[in-house]
């Protein structure tokens, strides 16, 4: 059990923390106004897992504070290729926000513009190319972008999944590949 919370103290020591934004927040009360800072943070361990989150404080420094334990709890594992792009391509959309990401060969480097590149570069992701289309906000854009990459998955997910052999999921793709290759000629 000692052994379990070591290994789990020393993974959180090597996480990477990226603060995307901080904004002042007013709230009108019947004495004033209150000012609070929202922090939204990403987390990353630069090997696949990846969160974030936002919080309030009266400080900043304890907004920050707070949210990096929060996407710390929030952390997802997302299934690379070769440790370094997504397995396929992927897309989701989170209000007005559309986000397209799709794998990209080695040494492209990631093609992304603000919120993404922060939580690609937490990641560890090192070959994308995405777009954001849309609303530009922070906010929508991060939970945009998490949502297609927590829809990414592996092929011995979906072989498990239909009840199939890892060889029978492989196969089919090469099968298609083939047959457009022959198709080409």
Do not use: C
């Not at 989701?92 to 919120?115: E, H």
């Not at 927590?150 to 298609?176: H, M, Q």
């Amino acid at each position: 059990m000692a052994r379990q919370r070591d290994r789990k103290t020393e993974e959180q020591e090597h996480l990477i923390e990226k603060l995307v934004s901080v904004r002042r927040v007013t709230k009108v009360v019947k004495g004033g106004k209150n000012m609070r800072f929202s922090a939204l943070v990403v987390v990353g361990d630069g090997k696949g897992k990846v969160g974030y989150a936002t919080s309030k404080a009266r400080e900043v420094p304890d907004a920050v504070k707070k949210a990096v334990e929060k996407a710390k709890r929030s952390m997802i594992k997302i299934s690379m290729r070769e440790g370094r792009t997504i397995r396929h391509d992927a897309f989701a959309k989170v209000g007005a926000v559309n986000v397209v990401m799709r794998t990209a060969p080695s040494g492209t480097g990631v093609i992304a513009g603000g919120a993404m590149r922060i939580l690609f570069e937490a990641a560890g992701i090192q070959d994308v190319v995405s777009k954001s289309i849309g609303s530009d906000g922070y906010h929508n854009v991060v939970r945009s972008t998490m949502r297609a990459l927590s829809g990414v998955v592996s092929p011995r997910y979906v072989a498990a999944k239909l009840g199939k052999k890892l060889s029978d999921i492989n196969a089919r793709r090469g099968n298609i590949r083939g047959v457009a290759g022959k198709a080409e000629v």
